[in-house]
């Protein structure tokens, strides 16, 4: 299956492969995107789309101000603003951002009338409710047909009687009243209070929750008959079974601008609330198990999420009435809870069950009112980071707050709430828990995202804006592993294994809220330090037509869990338990079942442990697998089958050698330690005229981000040439081309020194010289084999050949001095010093910082070879430098805000296609501060730069501490409208990989992303597999293998002769090709394993041109008159396309007519 | 496709600018071919003895596989050819190098992709013989007798030269080259020396970077540096904040700070929120 591209986009990019700068993107046309309210699951990708294009004219300009607009003596309003600005808000941008923000979010005037109506008319509908016939509660032949009841009856049998009648009132609450209901979601809340028929003692085994769903069931039907409505539909209450909702939206266009919600409740104070004290039980056991006669000796179990749910249907009124109270005068408080929604939204925790709802940010808001740590004249922007503050310091599964004024012995103790929940937030009445649905992981989660955006706010360097409220963080991009339990069903019997009858009673069956906490605790215990955050998806609540049944708890979806590995102890094969003999020995055994074993350990203790298998660092990053699925197994009842484990899907494609243990760490390291010996060994040679004063690494490999590190090779002599005298091998015409040995290009600077000429050609010759002597010196001392070259030294050893290039530092300044004519010496860059300056200068500084990073970051290399290896399998990282790749993968792990630097080389790959797709290019340098050593003040500076000098600088503009004007990573590349189809490849690819790793009922073919779709492309140049020495890298293995001359690795065979180095047929063939025919085309290939060359010819080149004596090459002469006007050969230069790549093409394959002229 | 071929009997023609199209095919089997276009030399402004007006063919479009000696087989039917120069663009011709002695090992990269040549004939007749070919057939380049190599053979070929290298070779050429470089730097110095420390005709002594008492080198980050340091030194002297004026004055920066700031993040903002930046999903 191909990915299908936006065949508009990609024509748009070819038509204009000039270097026009500005105006290419502009005529894209603003996607409108119309519909307001609905936000859907392509909300990221809709705004992405977005940003990459832009208007007529959207580029920053440097702002000019005249002289006397900038002096003309301040306004009072002016000073006042200005100065309010300080004190309210972090900076001027920020509070006009905020203002944007909120006026995005806000409901328009307009909006607001509909809404207002809609409620009347359903007020008034609801007042002519007819009242039917008193029937038993099990008695339900009375519910109209169309209509299901949408509460799971389980049991059925229930005592009681029902019957419908106009509810008592119709009021609205929640966050439409307070002014803090905002979009996307806009939900207006009804409260409908039941009539009189209730009983008092409803409380008991679910009847009150019987008559609620009856009712509503009632109220559906009578609805539903008025054809007033888009749609009727039932959902729960945050995901609570036992609280069903009515949905309503209006009809015609404006039905997806609001959802009315429909909630039942009963009069206020009619049931008593110390009934519903956290220890009581209002749920009977016997009845719960349907038993006839209840058991005597059984004490029941408190069942306090059942007594929750009553309760705060009760204080529906009473919570919107104290929320008023609080927001009145208090202009912050409105703006506040809409950006701290828009926060929760963002990281996906505002809906489902146990969610941090919007209800609760405005509880939370009131709360820190009261406590006085917010006052009435705070900004949105003070009231959503002292409430971050405060979750980041306060832990409300340990210390619970209240909202209880003064103390009340009748109230229960906060203790008490501790007892019967995991998160504690008492409401001013003191009875109901409003984090009671809430698990300790969901909250710790939240605690964790506060602290993070804390530490985003307090850093100068970032926009914490847009980190914060505007990036979404959608699970398979926040966590580093990620798995699913499709089947939830599976949680039932894990309800069993783990004895949580009287849990299941108090949630009403829910296997899925009752099972959940002590899987999270259980899998926290046994990952323990492994993992910084362990998360949990919240249930989502489904929406369902009122005339279907009601949906069961196992089809509600799947359950994802997130983890946040630590990777200071995440890839630990041993797990130590307490000693042999001590007390927790019994329990950690119990723990880990018979993974247990007793060892003795260095320092001669016996302790319990449990050992991981784990080979490879690839195998080590997937030992949190091993232990969820076991403990699962053990503890649950859950089979290895049901848990689908995201953690390493990408990695195939950058494994490496036959047995796929290892994604190539290990080669790495092997390449540096071999390059660390050689540097010691340089730096150690006796008998050199000079010093050497560095040896520096300048090559991919030695900064663990080559796509496939160079593995030691053996070759095979019978398969070469063998050329004694030079003690080389060099490849035979007609065998497969040789089995690919990169150079790896080392940098050896010599001591500076009076002797060295001051002349670029001398300097040259003289370092021809050194080449030889450090060849000789090194062949003598260390019995190395080397070949010397004028403009390098390779050596050969372990296996590896590295590609010495001697370096003097003035020779720079020799080549830029230019002599101006009245004798001054000037210094100016040109090319030959700008690519000197780019090897010595800027490739080893990257290198070595790189390598640093890789230190800190263990998933760095893996990240970005992910990322280099996606570049190349679309055929652009000839466009793309190697540089700059690693350089954007560093960014994301230098600047992981929102998220926290990545530990798995699966979510750094998300973000690198996140960070090309939402970055804006044209607007924003990306600084990659690389050891943290550009300062907040230095950023500005390279801010304003930017803008001023926008149209000069390259597409992608990339500073780094040694290179913060020119960018000159990305100097030659991408262009404007390479970058545009980079962006659009990786928001394709992002969205088809988000689907497949968070949805388990997909495809499962991660390789989709890697294969580039090629119905673009004009010609397309089939090679011949055998002479593509990388073949076997191919993307989709390839099922013939050719035999290049590699003896396998434990063989035994002679390293006495060079190896073929840097022979790459294909490389030469592209070389040739663009020397060849740059003006008319542009040329494609995937380095890694590709066996197609696409060609995309240049459609300005084709225009007939007059005979011009440069613009003649390749191209063919037609007579008109007196005129010459000259197209392009084609025809000849198709077969040269051949003729060139002799031996190497297979075919040529033209796939569109474009070219006729 | 190609119907120019068509339209002309023999497969060479004439431009109205002056060229002649000459066609060219890589092999006997080729069903297409190049066309080279040839005209006489004729640039006013060059006189160089290199490419005499009357005696060169400038020749265009020469396919990348055709070498120096192909062009040379090509052509020689015209007349004795005294020399040939490769050029990827037409231009004036380089400097002399100051190195007359032709590198083995040093050469600068040869020329890539289709070229253009300037052919110095011994004759000025074969100009214009040049210029009258009109072959039936489009002239071949890789004959049997002279295959030319290209595509995979040519990349072995290649590698195989670059490998086999003699290193004591390069070290003579080395060497050889220092030694001329020392000996010219010797008498560079030396000539130099003898200016130095002499007072010329109105009493200037000349001070030159070997000389005895060296002076400030006379280079544009020199100059740099001491403008700088009296700015340092400058600003040492003044006072800051000291007179009410110098208040006011700062204060009124101050504004003029913010105000800039503040219209450079209006501007900012006004361009995000057209591109629906503000959209938080």
Known sequence: MKMKMKRKVQETAVMEMEKENEEELSDLSEEEDGDEGGGGPGGPLKRSRVQGKSLGDGVLKPVKLTKQELYKPPTNEELNRLQETESLFHSSLLRMQMEELLKEVTLS???????????????????????????????????????????????????????????????????????????????????????????????????????????????????????????????????????????????????????????????????????????????????????????????????????????????????????????????????????????????????????????????????????????????????????????????????????????DSTLPALSEFHDAFQVVFVDPSGHVNLCGDMTASKYRQVQHEARLSMQVWDNPKLDGFHALLMTPKPLVRTFDHIFHLPAVVKLQAACKKMELLSELMDHAGNYVAAALPFIMSLLQRGLGDRVRLLAHSLPQSPEWTIDSEPPKHKDKGLLSFGLLLNPEFSTNTLERGPPADSAQALEFRKLWGERAELRRFQDGSICEAVVWQGGSAFQKRLIPEQIIKHLLQ?????????????????????????????????????????????????????????????????????????????????????????????????????????????????????????????????????????????????????RLICRPAPTHLDVYKDGLVFRVQVAYHRELQILRETMTPEGMVRYRDNEEALRLELETVHRPYLTSTLHGLQQQHSVFGATARLAKRWVGAHLLSASLSEESVDLLAASLFLQPAPHTAPSSPQVGFLRFLHLLVSFDWRNDPLIVNLNGDITATEITEIRNDFIASRSSLPAMFIATPKDKKNSVWTKEGPSVQILQRLIV????????????????????????????????????????????????????????????????????????????????????????????????????????????????????????????????????????????????????????????????????????????? | ????????????????????????????????????????????????????????????????????????????????????????????????????????????????????????????????????????????????????????????????????????????????????????????????????????????????????????????AANLRAVEAERRRRAKKELLNFYTWQHRESKREHIAELRKKFEEDKQRIAMMREQRKFKPY
């Open chain 1, 634 to 782: 053990l503890h649950a009842n859950i089979p290895e089958s049901s848990v689908r484990y995201v953690g390493a899907l990408l990695d195939e494609v950058i494994k490496v050698g036959r047995e796929g243990g290892s994604t190539g760490e290990e080669a790495s390291v092997q390449v540096i330690q071999s390059y660390d010996d050689l540097s010691r060994k340089l730096w150690n040679l006796d008998g050199l005229p000079l010093t050497v004063t560095s040896v520096q690494g300048a090559h991919p490999a030695l900064r663990y981000t080559q796509v496939f590190p160079p593995v030691p090779m053996k070759p095979d002599y019978s398969f070469f040439r063998v050329e004694k005298s030079h003690r080389s091998l060099l490849p035979l015409e007609g065998k497969p081309c040789p089995a690919y040995v990169p150079a790896i290009k080392v940098i050896c600077h010599m001591e500076g020194s009076g002797k060295w000429p001051q002349d670029r050609e001398a300097i040259r010759h003289i370092k021809a010289a050194f080449h030889i002597r450090l060849g000789e010196l090194l062949g003598q001392q260390h």
């Open chain 1, 985 to 1157: 490849l990786a928001a394709e690819s992002l969205r088809v990989l988000e689907t497949q790793l968070t949805d388990p009922t997909q495809p499962q073919d991660v390789k989709m992303v890697l294969r580039p779709p090629l119905d673009i492309y004009d010609v397309l140049i089939h090679l011949n597999p055998k002479q593509v020495p990388l073949h076997a890298q191919a993307v989709d293995t390839p099922r013939i293998v050719f035999s290049r001359g590699a003896l396998p690795s434990g063989a035994a065979g002679g390293s006495g002769n060079m190896p073929v180095v840097d022979f790459n047929p294909v490389a030469c063939y592209l070389s040739e090709l663009r020397d060849a025919f740059e003006e008319l085309a542009l040329f494609f290939c995937d380095p890694f394993g590709g066996t197609v060359i696409a060609v995309l010819w240049k459609p300005q080149a084709f225009a007939p041109q007059p005979f011009r004596t440069a613009h003649v090459k390749a191209r063919l002469v037609q007579v008109k008159g007196s005129e010459a006007q000259t197209v392009p050969n084609v025809e000849a230069i198709l077969e040269d396309f051949e003729t060139l790549g002799a031996g190497l093409v297979r075919e040529v394959e033209v796939r569109s007519e474009r070219w006729t002229v």
């Open chain 1, 109 to 407: 005037e307009r909006r607001r009338k509909t809404i207002d109506s809609l409620v009347q008319e359903v007020t008034s509908l609801l007042a002519s409710v007819p009242e039917t016939t008193d029937t038993e509660l099990s008695d339900q032949s009375w519910v109209p047909r169309g209509v299901k009841v949408p509460l799971l009856q389980v049991p059925y049998s229930v005592k009681g009687r029902f019957r419908m009648a106009p509810p008592l009132s119709v009021k609205l609450v929640g966050s439409y009243p307070l002014g803090t209901c905002s979009k996307p979601d806009v939900n207006v809340d009804l409260a409908v209070t039941m009539p009189a028929v209730l009983h008092p003692k409803d409380y008991l085994n679910q009847r009150y929750h019987r008559k609620r769903a009856l009712y509503l069931t009632g109220l559906a039907h009578h609805l539903s008959s008025s054809h007033a409505f888009g749609s009727l539909r039932f959902t729960y209450h945050h995901g609570n079974h036992l609280r069903p909702l009515l949905l309503l939206t209006p009809q015609g266009k404006e039905e997806r601008s609001v959802t009315l919600r429909l909630h039942v409740c009963p009069p206020a104070g009619f049931f008593k609330p110390s009934r519903f004290h956290p220890r009581k039980n209002n749920v009977r056991t016997a009845w719960f198990l349907g038993q006839e006669t209840p058991q005597q000796d059984i004490s029941e179990p408190p069942t306090p999420h059942y007594n929750n749910s009553v309760l705060s249907d009760m204080l529906l009124e009473s919570h919107k009435s104290f929320l008023s109270a609080s927001a009145a005068d208090f202009p912050g408080f409105r703006e506040g809870v809409a950006v701290i929604k828009v926060w929760l939204r963002q990281r996906e925790l505002h809906q489902g069950y146990g969610c941090f709802s919007g209800f609760l940010a405005s509880m939370l808001v009131a709360y820190l009112l009261s406590k006085h740590k917010i006052n009435s004249m705070m900004s949105a922007y003070q009231v959503l980071r002292n409430v971050l503050q405060f979750l980041a310091t306060t832990d409300l599964t340990e210390s619970g707050i209240t909202l209880v004024k003064g103390t």
């Open chain 2, 1 to 220: 496709m190609a119907p120019t071929r068509k339209q002309h009997a023999s497969l060479g023609f004439e431009i109205p600018s002056g060229f002649t199209a000459i066609p060219v095919k890589f092999q006997l089997t080729s069903k297409s071919h190049h066309y080279l276009y040839v005209k006489e030399h004729r640039v006013r402004s060059e006189n160089n003895t290199k490419r005499p007006l009357d005696r060169t063919l400038f020749v265009l479009n020469i396919p990348p596989y055709c070498p120096e000696e192909c062009l040379y087989r090509i052509l020689s039917p015209c007349g004795l050819i005294q020399s040939i120069e490769l050029k990827e663009k037409p231009g004036p011709e380089e400097e002399p190098e100051p190195e007359p002695a032709p590198s083995k090992h040093f050469r600068t990269q040869s020329s890539k992709g289709f070229l253009v040549a300037y052919v110095v004939f011994k004759k000025a007749s074969s100009v214009t013989a040049a210029k009258k070919l009109r072959p039936k057939e489009a002239i071949v380049l890789s004959t049997e007798k002279q295959p030319i190599k290209t595509g995979l053979q040519r990349w072995v070929a290649q590698y195989s030269s670059a490998s086999l290298l003699q290193a004591d070779e390069l070290q003579a050429e080395v060497d050889a080259f220092m030694q001329a470089h020392d000996k010219r730097v010797a008498e560079e110095s030396a000539r130099l020396a003898e200016g130095d420390g002499v007072p010329d005709g109105e009493g200037w002594v000349k001070v030159t970077r070997g000389g005895r008492r060296p002076a400030l080198p006379r280079t544009e």
